[in-house]
């Protein structure tokens, strides 16, 4: 008889224990309604603010849209015209192209003008929007001065240091991982040399080659993960500042063009390999990979008590609430933002 309680309460915690995905957001209605049913075009990021809000990057419709507490949407940045102005102004009287990469530091909204090889960021309390990266005109220039005189590529991907210090800028076209430091605005070169290659296992990262890295992750250690996109590799740069890889070509399991990442509450790498339709976990500490969502195979199924049953297609970007462990994604071919309890 006790055995049976003992098995019926294992089964029980395992049950709790169990992993699920929900779609909290994309449909077919304009702003203005619930979020699970307001349609979100190819949406390239998914962030929250202090409040509970949350903000998406719509792709095509170059605009943000605002989640908020109560689950209804509105249009927060965006006229929804491809272009290039308004600093100073309201964002939702602001142009930008392809927006990309939402991330929230200190009351500000950054985010990646790609189209226009900006980074943007909106005040949150006004709802100001300014450059902070970038002239607007695709180049290379500016290392060591003001970032906002500093031209990029092909900008993309963004990230903040776990102190919000630091602004990380992927430039995947051009090649290069550049940093903003927030308090001074002055750009400095992380990794990437403009050229295209593998960097030498352990060596230096300044001036390394790079195979269009797309985003990056810095860990509480000081540890800068570099996800490179057309490289299908996994690289790290130590404190120390040498490169390593972690996964790549002939390395399993094989990755096929890996976005974005987040750091979980263990210090592990939980990240997308896009065209599998997967998030992967990485743990630094043992060298183990796995596997939270999805099949391999890009597709729209959704099973909400079977996270690696569920497929993905090609998902971009990730949020993670460190009080929950929630994981938001950006499921971005499927016009949708998923949300993994674990």
């Known amino acids: 008889m006790r055995l049976g309680?003992?098995?019926?309460?294992?089964?029980?915690?395992?049950?709790?224990?169990?992993?699920?995905?929900e779609k909290v957001a994309g449909g077919d209605q304009p702003p203005g309604g619930p979020a699970n049913v307001t349609s979100i075009d190819k949406p390239m990021g998914v962030v929250f603010d202090q409040n509970g809000n949350w903000y998406i990057p719509e792709w095509h419709r170059n605009r943000i849209i605002k989640v908020d507490t109560r689950g209804?949407?509105?249009?927060?940045?965006?006229?929804?015209?491809?272009?290039?102005?308004?600093?100073?102004?309201?964002?939702?009287?602001?142009?930008?192209?392809?927006?990309?990469?939402?991330?929230?530091?200190?009351?500000?909204?950054?985010?990646a003008d790609t189209k226009n090889a900006a980074a943007r960021a909106i005040d949150l309390k006004t709802g100001i929007i300014n450059t902070v990266a970038g002239t607007g005109v695709k180049g290379y220039s500016g290392d060591g001065g003001p970032a906002k005189d500093a031209k990029?590529?092909?900008?993309?991907?963004?990230?903040?240091?776990?102190?919000?210090?630091?602004?990380?800028?992927?430039?995947?076209?051009?090649?290069?991982?550049?940093?903003?430091?927030?308090?001074?605005?002055?750009?400095?070169?992380?990794?990437?040399?403009?050229?295209?290659?593998?960097?030498?296992?352990g060596a230096?990262?300044?001036?390394?080659?790079l195979v269009g890295p797309r985003g990056t992750r810095e860990d509480?250690?000081?540890?800068?993960?570099i996800f490179e996109q057309p490289g299908n590799a996994l690289l790290v740069i130590n404190k120390e500042g040498r490169i390593h890889t972690i996964l790549g070509p002939g390395i399993e399991p094989a990755l096929n063009q890996p976005k974005e990442g987040v750091i979980d509450r263990k210090g592990d790498l939980i990240f997308i390999d896009s065209n599998h339709g997967m998030v992967r976990k990485y743990s630094p500490a043992t060298g183990k990979i796995s596997v939270l969502v999805g099949t391999g195979e890009n597709g729209n199924q959704l099973i909400p008590d079977d996270p690696l049953q569920t497929q993905l297609n090609q998902p971009h970007f990730l949020y993670l609430?460190?009080?929950?462990?929630?994981?938001?994604?950006?499921d971005t071919f499927n016009d949708r933002i998923l949300r993994l309890r674990q």
């Open 220 to 225: 509480s250690q000081g540890n800068l993960y």
């Open 321 to 330: 609430d460190t009080a929950s462990g929630d994981i938001y994604i950006a």
């Open 5 to 21: 309680k003992l098995w019926v309460g294992l089964l029980l915690c395992g049950l709790l224990d169990a992993a699920t995905i």
């Open 152 to 201: 990029f590529n092909f900008l993309v991907g963004l990230s903040l240091s776990p102190d919000n210090k630091r602004l990380y800028i992927a430039d995947m076209n051009g090649g290069r991982i550049r940093m903003v430091t927030l308090a001074t605005g002055i750009v400095t070169p992380i990794s990437g040399n403009g050229t295209s290659g593998v960097p030498a296992e």
């Open 72 to 111: 209804i949407t509105s249009i927060f940045a965006g006229r929804g015209d491809s272009g290039y102005g308004g600093d100073g102004g309201l964002a939702t009287k602001a142009s930008f192209g392809l927006p990309h990469d939402t991330v929230i530091g200190n009351g500000i909204l950054y985010f």
């Open 204 to 209: 230096i990262a300044l001036g390394s080659p």
